[in-house]
């Protein structure tokens, strides 16, 4: 992508307002070093600064071009060097390695990532389920068929409980 080019609009109505004010009076002079050629000079040397200015941008966009085709250069030969040591040495040889690719055999296969992510999962690393025990502060009551219950759990909304789990009502 190039880079914009400058456009000054105080050039632009510098440029207006001092084909105005030459018609006036070429040689006007205004207080305090203030004329018509110092302000010719001084618009002069900002159109200098603009056009010089967009020069540079227009280098530096031939410049990103010529990097731009060196990168394609190096990264072609890149990929080409890494096919030749693999086909010259192998896929699984350490120069494969040195070179910048990945052994066959470090290669982590599709099953042991599912098996990897699910043993994170687990809260024990032997896979035993720990189960935390439940807060005990809630009163406990004996049903209609005398097992005890628990009301006022939470989610339950008072409902009565057989062995822990809620039963239907």
């Known amino acids: 992508m190039s ?3 400058r456009d000054s609009v105080t050039l632009r109505r510098a440029k207006k307002r001092l084909a105005g004010v030459q018609t006036i009076d070429e040689a006007l002079q205004l207080a305090k070093g203030v004329s018509v050629k110092t302000f010719r000079e001084a618009t002069d040397a900002l159109d200098a600064s603009v056009t010089r ?48 690719g ?16 699910e043993a994170r999962k687990r809260p024990h690393h032997r896979g035993e389920v720990v189960e935390m025990p439940q807060a005990a502060s809630h ?20 409902a009565p409980t057989t062995n822990g789990a809620p039963t239907a009502t």
């Open 102 to 117: 990945t052994r066959r055999s470090r290669r982590k296969r599709p099953g042991q990532r599912k098996a990897e992510k």
């Open 3 to 5: 880079h914009k080019k």
């Open 53 to 100: 200015y967009n020069g540079l941008l227009a280098s530096a966009d031939a410049e990103l071009a010529n990097l731009q085709g060196r990168e394609a250069v190096v990264s072609d030969l890149s990929k080409r060097m890494l096919a030749g040591v693999l086909t010259h040495f192998g896929e699984d040889s350490p120069e494969y390695e040195q070179a910048g």
């Open 139 to 158: 009163a406990t009551t004996t049903t209609t068929n005398g097992a005890p219950s628990t009301s006022g759990a939470p989610g339950t909304n008072g």
